[in-house]
T-cell receptor, first 111, second 116 residues
């Protein structure tokens, strides 16, 4: 099965930048999604990458390297409300529309 | 824009009882999914459905039953609840990736289920 690895927890200061890495097995790759999940709430969609390169959406950017099986989510100008878990999910060609999720990275933003 | 709704939001039941979690979406998405989320395991897929009357197993289907007689509804039933099924359950829906590959799965607010 697909193994998706993310760090368990990261801490950063308000106003700073944090980069959350995600690695996965490259065979049959068909897209990578990033979700944000606040404690006690549902995951909400942040970004989608299927081609190599950087996708920017305001303070959030996501990068993909298909050959390396690597993605990162970059959070800039951190705000207290960015304290949440960030989930990386991979879709495989063989799996249709199913996603496999990593365990999530809990980001704590300190003042 | 009601989106995707789950009910109940919270449920406490006893081992051996049958319990059904409901999921309803108003987008006419073809795909629907059930996940459970536990500390240390992240989100794990239980069952999914590509269309009405088409369902398939995910990663952890044992002890669960699903049906999809209508596109908008996708109930999940625990036929004989066990303590190990205590978890937070999320329903999600999405458009077909063959039509819109960049469309994400959209999640309901979740059902927090405790089995005593």
């Amino acid at each position: 099965g697909q193994n998706i690895d993310q760090p368990t927890e990261m801490t950063a200061t308000e106003g700073a930048i944090v980069q959350i890495n995600c690695t996965y097995q490259t065979s049959g790759f068909n897209g990578l999604f990033w979700y944000q999940q606040h404690a006690g709430e549902a995951p909400t969609f942040l970004s989608y990458n299927v081609l190599d390169g950087l996708e920017e959406k305001g303070r959030f950017s996501s990068f993909l390297s298909r050959s390396k099986g690597y993605s990162y989510l970059l959070l800039k100008e951190l705000q207290m409300k960015d304290s949440a878990s960030y989930l990386c999910a991979v879709r495989l060609i063989s799996a249709g529309n199913k996603l496999t999720f990593g365990g999530g990275t809990r980001v704590l933003v300190k003042p | 824009d009601a989106g995707i709704t789950q009910s109940p939001r919270y449920k406490i039941t006893e081992t051996g009882r049958q319990v059904t979690l409901m999921c309803h979406q108003t987008w006419s998405h073809s795909y629907m999914f059930w996940y459970r989320q536990d500390l240390g395991h992240g989100l794990r897929l239980i069952y999914y459905s590509a269309a009405a009357d088409i369902t398939d197993k995910g990663e952890v289907p044992d002890g669960y039953v699903v049906s999809r007689s209508k596109t908008e509804n996708f109930p999940l039933t625990l036929e004989s609840a066990t303590r190990s099924q205590t978890s937070v359950y999320f329903c999600a829906s999405s458009e077909s990736p063959y039509r819109q590959p960049n469309q994400p799965q959209h999640f309901g607010d979740g059902t927090r289920l405790s089995i005593l």
